[in-house]
């Protein structure tokens, strides 16, 4: 798998653990995860069309 494709992978694991749990604090953190997750795979994508 693409690892872009993969981060965006994680970050829907994250999202979905973040609707699940009962606790904020978790909640909170497992939608920031999710968010670093999708930069991650922005930047990487926009690497690869950029061509480096």
């Known amino acids: 798998m ?13 999202e979905k653990a973040a609707q699940e749990t009962a606790d904020e604090f978790v ?3 497992m939608k920031a995860l999710a968010s670093g997750f999708r930069a ?13």
């Open 2 to 14: 693409k690892p872009a494709k993969t981060f965006k992978q994680q970050a829907r694991v994250a």
């Open 27 to 29: 909640s909170r953190q």
């Open 40 to 52: 991650q795979a922005k930047v990487l994508k926009k690497k690869k069309k950029k061509g480096g």
